[in-house]
């Protein structure tokens, strides 16, 4: 499996109808970006949708941020990953977690305690892709666990490929390549508004982390490296709206995404956020590309996550 260094994350595909998904992704991939993720809220369901995508971009590597695992049975998260894994060999990375206690009460399923919902589930899955899926099986079906605090990490060095962080600063990234140790997947999320201006681009970031701030699982998060209360309110300080969602010109982004690689990471998935709530950032992942991917005609970045 190939996601090179720099991927994007997006959760605005719900949004647009399945013929324009398809062709969004088919840009990204002629664009040369090597890897897209999608996660999964209130809209559709992210293996089908990683099949949509993984159909109609013949190159392009899909992973997801996240499958929330108590929103399907184990035996049901198996079977699709092992479909997909078969279907488009080294092209379909599962990205699972226990997502939140606000999401999860949406689908009436309890949320208790988040690592041991995950241990269970993880045992459950592998035994169900070990002793029950009768199909043909994929050369290889690796996956990530959405993980923030240090005892989610551990598992995920044990249980999985790697982790995948959201919401995130540098300095988590370092902190994460420390419990992961070599050789495991780090691929943090950063968002981005490709806008000079101080004030749209910081109204537009509040939008974003007001959203996410009101997630205990972040805020808690955040409070290891530093951040206070007073930084949480009003959707966010300068300070922090700037740490999660720096804002500028490529360079700007670039800078960020490098801090991420020396701190550890192997993979960056960029959220561009875009002023249309419903809109997918189409222009700015067209303005990016020059910095973020090789030239047209060139080789992709060789940064390998096969395991």
């Given at each position: 499996?190939?996601?090179?260094q720099v991927g994007i994350w997006s959760g605005q595909f719900d949004y647009s109808p399945a013929s324009v998904v398809r062709d969004a992704v088919a840009e990204l991939d002629e664009l040369g970006y090597?890897?897209?993720?999608?996660?999964?809220?209130?809209?559709?369901?992210?293996?089908?949708?990683?099949?949509?995508?993984?159909?109609?971009?013949?190159?392009?590597?899909?992973?997801?941020?996240?499958?929330?695992?108590?929103?399907?049975?184990?035996?049901?998260?198996?079977?699709?990953?092992?479909?997909?894994?078969?279907?488009?060999?080294?092209?379909?990375?599962?990205?699972?977690?226990?997502?939140?206690?606000?999401?999860?009460?949406?689908?009436?399923?309890?949320?208790?305690?988040?690592?041991?919902?995950?241990?269970?589930?993880?045992?459950?899955?592998?035994?169900?892709?070990?002793?029950?899926?009768?199909?043909?099986?994929?050369?290889?079906?690796?996956?990530?666990?959405?993980?923030?605090?240090?005892?989610?990490?551990?598992?995920?060095?044990?249980?999985?490929?790697?982790?995948?962080?959201?919401?995130?600063?540098?300095?988590?990234?370092?902190?994460?390549?420390?419990?992961?140790?070599?050789?495991?997947?780090?691929v943090p999320e950063q968002a981005f508004v490709l806008d000079t201006n101080p004030e749209t681009a910081r109204e537009l970031a509040r939008r974003h982390t007001g959203s996410y701030l009101r997630l205990?699982?972040?805020?808690?998060?955040?409070?290891?490296?530093?951040?206070?209360?007073?930084?949480?309110?009003?959707?966010?300080?300068?300070?922090?709206?700037?740490?999660?969602?720096?804002?500028?010109?490529?360079?700007?982004?670039?800078?960020?995404?490098?801090?991420?690689?020396?701190?550890?990471?192997?993979?960056?998935?960029?959220?561009?956020?875009?002023?249309?709530?419903?809109?997918?950032?189409?222009?700015?992942?067209?303005?990016?590309?020059?910095?973020?991917?090789?030239?047209?005609?060139?080789?992709?970045?060789?940064?390998?996550?096969?395991?």
């Amino acid at each position: 499996m190939t996601l090179g260094q720099v991927g994007i994350w997006s959760g605005q595909f719900d949004y647009s109808p399945a013929s324009v998904v398809r062709d969004a992704v088919a840009e990204l991939d002629e664009l040369g970006y090597p890897a897209v993720w999608t996660g999964e809220v209130r809209g559709r369901e992210v293996l089908v949708t990683a099949g949509l995508m993984l159909a109609a971009a013949p190159r392009l590597t899909v992973a997801t941020g996240i499958a929330q695992i108590l929103a399907r049975h184990p035996q049901t998260m198996a079977a699709g990953q092992l479909t997909l894994a078969e279907a488009f060999p080294g092209r379909f990375l599962l990205g699972v977690g226990v997502s939140h206690a606000s999401l999860m009460e949406i689908r009436g399923v309890p949320y208790t305690k988040p690592l041991t919902q995950m241990r269970a589930y993880l045992d459950e899955m592998d035994a169900s892709a070990r002793e029950q899926y009768r199909a043909v099986p994929p050369a290889s079906s690796p996956r990530v666990l959405a993980a923030l605090g240090p005892k989610m990490l551990e598992l995920a060095r044990a249980r999985a490929d790697g982790a995948h962080t959201f919401f995130v600063p540098p300095e988590h990234t370092a902190s994460a390549r420390a419990i992961l140790g070599p050789g495991k997947l780090l691929v943090p999320e950063q968002a981005f508004v490709l806008d000079t201006n101080p004030e749209t681009a910081r109204e537009l970031a509040r939008r974003h982390t007001g959203s996410y701030l009101r997630l205990p699982n972040y805020t808690n998060n955040l409070r290891r490296f530093g951040f206070t209360d007073s930084d949480f309110a009003d959707a966010g300080s300068d300070r922090l709206v700037d740490t999660i969602v720096p804002w500028g010109d490529p360079d700007v982004l670039l800078g960020r995404i490098k801090e991420h690689l020396d701190a550890g990471a192997d993979h960056v998935c960029v959220q561009v956020l875009d002023p249309d709530r419903r809109g997918l950032p189409r222009r700015q992942w067209r303005e990016l590309a020059p910095a973020l991917v090789s030239p047209p005609g060139g080789s992709r970045p060789e940064q390998g996550a096969g395991r």
